[in-house]
């Protein structure tokens, strides 16, 4: 079945303490993004790849780190969060931007307290 | 940087009637609308796209128009039924960077039998 898969769904934690959330897609596609959803913001993009080593800053980078080391996956790592990173992740690929339907995981529902 | 705005928040129909949000954008140089539709616990799904070269675009009962020159797009759902209620986004890719993708604040549809 093709998807996109987060781990995990959902993550308590504390400030300053690192953590990783993984996304992996079975579709051999080329371009991955992370975007956050908050309540009357819709959803912004924090990172995207364009292809493998190919990464570049969405609108709301600042605090988030990502690494595309092969094709499938693509982690998102906040170094120190923050409350203010409280949200919900979406994981998405698709053959390209505008290429193709671009599909999205089941979101990851992160709270930094 | 690239802006969209999008109208209505909510929106309520009845079953049958037409439903229409429309967005705007200010980067005249953006040349790929997505339109996706988000039900309560899943992520985005994507319903239909449109791209700058193309003015109208229709799928069953869903279609999207865009007006380069006013900068502005909308979605327009016809014969609306229950299971069209969810929160739409429409998205717009910054013409200057290919990969980034800002959204919409969303739409919450509310289709009443």
């Known amino acids: 079945e093709a998807q996109v898969t987060q781990n995990p769904r959902y993550l308590i934690t504390v400030t300053g303490k690192k953590l990783t959330v993984t996304c992996s897609q079975n579709?051999?596609?080329?371009?991955m993004s992370w975007y956050r959803q908050d309540p009357g913001l819709g959803l912004r993009q924090i990172y995207y790849?364009?292809?493998?080593?190919?990464?570049d800053k969405g609108d709301v980078p600042e605090g988030y780190k990502v690494s595309r080391k092969e094709k499938r996956n693509f982690p998102l790592i906040l170094e120190s969060p923050s409350p203010n990173q409280t949200s919900l992740y979406f994981c998405a690929s698709s053959l390209g931007l505008g290429e193709g339907e671009q599909y999205f995981g089941p979101g990851t529902r992160l709270t930094v307290t | 940087g690239e802006n969209v705005e999008q109208h209505p928040s909510t929106l309520s129909v009845q079953e049958g009637d037409s439903a229409v949000i429309k967005c705007t954008y200010s980067?005249?140089?953006?040349?790929?609308f997505p339109w996706y539709k988000q039900e309560l616990g899943k992520g985005p799904q994507l319903i239909i796209d449109i791209r700058s070269n193309v003015g109208e675009k229709k799928d069953q009962r869903i279609a999207v128009t865009l007006n380069k020159t006013a900068k502005h797009f909308s979605l327009h759902i016809t014969e609306t039924q229950p299971e069209d209620s969810a929160v739409y986004f429409c998205a717009a890719s910054t013409g200057g960077s290919w990969g980034k993708l800002q959204f919409g604040a969303g739409t919450q549809v509310v289709v009443t039998p």
């Open positions: 980067d005249s140089a953006s040349n790929y």
């Open positions: 790849s364009m292809n493998v080593e190919v990464t």
């Open positions: 579709m051999n596609h080329e371009y």
